[in-house]
């Protein structure tokens, strides 16, 4: 006789597409079995060896296969109760939420009261933390009808382990969010030594998988590369994963003239500019253009101010207009002559300074002008680069860096010392950071900002006064003691 003890079955644990049951003895084991809906299909396979003084007790399977169990109980029982030893038990399902249940060789024993999984053990002894990381796992609403303990001492099993995985787990990558640029091209305008921010962005660039285009200065070019292929900058070049940056391709170019019309004779006939040709903005794109056909990343890294040194009140007119013609109209122009080459949801980028919003003594020459021109001239390009082409557009205001450039100021030093005294974070900024960011703007995870303006400087832009000042000497203010 079978007893239906159907009343005394824990409630069902809900899955994503299916409900867990279980399976009880009466007196030996209580098993657990999933019954996956829609296109899923589940099997249980089992052996049992009880003790002879407990054969004759009536072994129970759920109302499923009563009916079957009563026309053919004579023969079930031959089967289950005369093997000589305990069997492999195997579960598996697959269903259309991608879960994958595998158990493999189970087992119970005196001294092993539980069923050991890949992410959890279930028994006895684990109902606590290591249940939650199951049920977390595989998102089960409730693990206490899935814990079951067991009783018998004399039937043996080999170890359970079960793995709860997503379907195609095994194929993807490291979880996380890493900047991909792989097949993407990018152009950085501006890029003559290892040392300047236009150098850390092409090696992110590059270390994110893009393939690097530079355009360096004309009376730079020939230092530039003959120092690149001597390997003076290899140690700069070095990437994360040790290999070295590749610069598939150098281009002569001087982005304050946009078309060979526009070049003065004097300056054609420099012998700086001797065995060079091609090396206007125009003629620079479209050499790009036959070259490689498209881009995706756009990089604006140049600026000038011949008069950078004078107060503003001693700035000429000439050096004036030569100032905002080199560092903020140039992307004007690297942006209407590059975009036909750019594809569709593309990034382009500049670089800016604080003096275009605060006082910097000493930052003169128009190029304070220049920098608020450029930011003023992102927002608007954003808006017509985005609704015509696809393309963000975004700027990045980096803190003071001790390069070549900004060298020829003459106070750098004092700027850096001033940032380290006063930025919220009391550390020097490195190249690296400001690459790094690029890379980020430049990748899709930054695929919803444009028109921004974007601060790499340790946070000094959000000081209102200098902290290191005499006046507050007699304020508890923190500072960085590591």
């Known amino acids: 006789m079978i007893k239906n003890n159907s009343s005394k079955r824990p409630p069902s644990v809900s899955l994503q597409t299916g409900t867990v049951t279980t399976l009880q003895s009466l007196d030996l084991i209580e098993l657990n079995y999933f019954k996956l809906s829609k296109a899923s299909s589940a099997f249980v396979f089992f052996q049992r060896n009880p003790p002879k003084r407990e054969r004759k007790k009536p072994f129970f399977l759920t109302q499923y296969f009563s009916l079957f169990l009563t026309l053919a109980l004579p023969i079930v ?31 119970i024993s005196s001294s092993h009261r539980g069923v050991k999984a890949g992410v959890a053990v279930v028994g006895g002894n684990s109902k606590g933390a290591l249940w939650t990381k199951l049920s977390s796992a595989s998102h089960i609403s409730s693990g206490q009808p899935f814990l079951r303990s067991f009783t018998s001492s004399s039937v043996k099993f080999d170890k ?34 290892d040392n300047g921010y236009g150098w850390a962005i092409a090696k992110s660039l590059a270390a994110a998988g893009a393939e690097i285009l530079v355009g360096t200065w004309v009376p730079a070019l020939n230092i530039f590369e003959t120092s690149l292929r001597r390997g003076k900058f290899d140690e700069s070049r070095v990437l994360p994963d040790g290999s070295l940056m590749e610069i598939t391709k150098i281009y002569p170019l001087d982005a304050i003239y946009d078309k060979l019309e526009d070049v003065p004779e004097d300056v054609k006939s420099n012998k700086r500019y001797s065995g060079s040709s091609k090396w206007t903005v125009q003629e620079c794109a479209e050499s790009v253009k036959q070259d490689f056909g498209s881009i995706d990343i756009l ?58 919003e605060r006082i910097i ?122």
């Open 160 to 193: 359970v382990v079960t793995r709860a995985m997503a379907e195609s787990s095994t194929n993807k990558p490291i979880s996380g969010l890493p900047i991909d640029l792989k097949g993407k091209r990018a152009f950085i305008a501006g890029v003559a030594d």
């Open 299 to 356: 990089v604006h890294s140049l600026a000038n101010g011949p008069e950078v040194s004078k107060p503003l009140l001693e700035t000429s007119r000439n050096g004036y207009l030569a100032a905002l013609s080199a560092s903020s109209y140039s992307y004007v122009s690297l942006l209407k002559h590059f975009i036909p080459l750019m594809n569709p949801g593309g990034s382009s980028l500049s670089l800016t300074y604080i003096a275009s």
């Open 361 to 482: 003594p000493g930052y003169g020459g128009g190029m304070s002008s220049a920098k608020a021109a450029l930011e003023s001239d992102t927002r608007v390009l954003a808006f017509e680069a985005g609704r015509k082409h696809r393309i963000r557009v975004n700027a990045i205001s980096a803190g003071p860096l001790r390069s070549r450039a900004a060298k020829a100021i003459g106070f750098i030093d004092t700027m850096i010392e001033y940032s380290l005294a006063n930025a919220p974070l009391q550390k020097e900024l490195s190249a690296d950071e400001v690459g790094n960011t690029a890379a980020f703007l430049a990748s899709p995870l930054a695929s919803a900002i444009t028109g921004a303006v974007i601060y790499v400087d340790n946070g000094l832009n959000a000081m209102g006064v200098g902290v290191d000042s005499p006046i507050f000497k007699d304020l508890d203010i923190p500072t960085d003691k590591h």
């Open 77 to 107: 029982q031959r089967y289950l109760f005369s093997s000589a030893r305990v069997g492999a038990l195997k579960m598996a399902a697959t269903a259309a939420c991608s879960l994958q249940m595998a158990a493999v060789k189970p087992c």
